[in-house]
């Protein structure tokens, strides 16, 4: 009877090597499957982009599908802007190579299913100008590698989950437009990454945390239109990043701080319209020469329009009205004379105040 002497290493080697094939390609089908799936939840696709979605031609060569170069499983699916309707199934969870999803400005519906919270690849999500609703799935937590969440212009519902806590490498946060109610979490300054922040037009309360004077990196600032309360953090004024802050229509009040354009050299846009500040215009604010808009609609400020708000050579929009300014002095407007160099000027806003005197 003959002997036959294997290589212990050879029968592991093939063994690893029929494992990782066959665990490619149950990998390869799984995705095909979700894929097909997900083109089954789509009920209209008037730029007909589903019909390359068909069995003719490999799945990564479908319209919006991106494979892999090192394991051609799918690692992108980018659908932005292309008038879909439908809603996201289950199997989506399946796509466990997924790096990018990109569903925005479509016409989504129905809630997020929780099974995106195996994508734990995931470094872009963005799911905005849609019709989703429900919760935002707490099993986000997972999403270690998330780096753009968007979902601004949707009709999510809810507290911002704490689950959401745990997304360290987080650069843009956007729930912007939705009906999220509850306060703004203070773990939100953990996120050291972070430049881009909004939270515009939800249902929102509560004070502004003085945590997020922890982000020393950002950049864009939006919490107008919500029902925050209470006074702005000085920490906040100390984020010499920013370039966009926006806390308007909301219910804050309290005075700003005089050297508000000095901490903020970047500052592009101001809006604090609609709320209850008090005292007088940050006399330093034209030291941020970048400046385009400062709006400060009604308020209940005092004082006197400084007059170096006429070096602002980009200057758009300088919005006061409905506010207290004045003396009711003939000097009131002398600021007027100045606000000449600002030859972009396209909306002057002094209504509603005290001045006095004549425009020259």
Request: aromatic content about 10%; proline content about 5%; glycine content about 8%.
């Amino acid at each position: 009877m003959k002997q036959y002497c294997f290589d212990s290493k050879w029968i592991l080697f093939h063994l690893l090597w029929i494992i990782m094939i066959t665990s490619a390609s149950s990998g390869f089908e799984a995705d095909e499957l979700a894929l097909l799936d997900f083109k089954q939840g789509i009920t209209q696709d008037p730029l007909q982009i589903m019909r390359s979605w068909n069995s003719s031609m490999h799945f990564c060569n479908w319209t919006g599908v991106t494979c892999s170069p090192t394991n051609g499983r799918v690692s992108i699916l980018n659908l932005d802007s292309q008038s879909l309707v439908g809603s996201i199934p289950p199997s989506i969870g399946n796509l466990t190579s997924l790096t990018v999803i990109d569903l925005g400005n479509n016409s989504f519906h129905g809630e997020v299913p929780p099974e995106i919270g195996r994508l734990q690849h995931l470094q872009h999500l963005n799911l905005s100008c849609n019709y989703f609703g429900g919760s935002i799935p707490t099993n986000l937590s997972r999403f270690t590698e998330l780096r753009v969440f968007h979902l601004f212009r949707n009709k999510f519902i809810g507290q911002i989950p704490d689950q959401l806590s745990s997304l360290p490498k987080l650069v843009q946060l956007n729930l912007a437009i939705n009906n999220l109610t509850g306060k703004i979490p203070s773990w939100i300054g953990n996120f050291s990454s972070l430049v881009h922040l909004s939270l515009l037009s939800n249902n929102l309360q509560g004070s502004i945390p003085k945590e997020l004077g922890l982000l020393s990196s950002l950049g864009f600032f939006q919490l107008g239109g919500n029902y925050l309360s209470g006074t702005i953090p000085t920490s906040i004024f100390n984020l010499s990043s920013m370039y966009y802050f926006s806390v308007a229509e909301n219910q804050l009040h309290g005075q700003l701080p005089s050297d508000v354009g000095l901490n903020l050299p970047n500052l592009k846009q101001f809006y604090c319209d609609l709320n209850y500040f008090t005292g007088s215009i940050p006399v330093s604010l034209p030291n941020a020469s970048n400046l385009s808009v400062v709006d400060f609609y009604n308020n209940s400020l005092t004082g006197n329009v400084p007059e170096r708000f006429g070096s602002l050579q980009g200057l758009i929009t300088l919005n006061f009205a409905n506010n207290r300014l004045g003396k009711g002095e003939i000097g009131d407007l002398k600021f007027l004379k100045f606000l000449s160099n600002c030859t972009r000027l396209v909306e002057l806003g002094l209504y509603g105040n005290v001045f006095w005197g004549r425009v020259a």
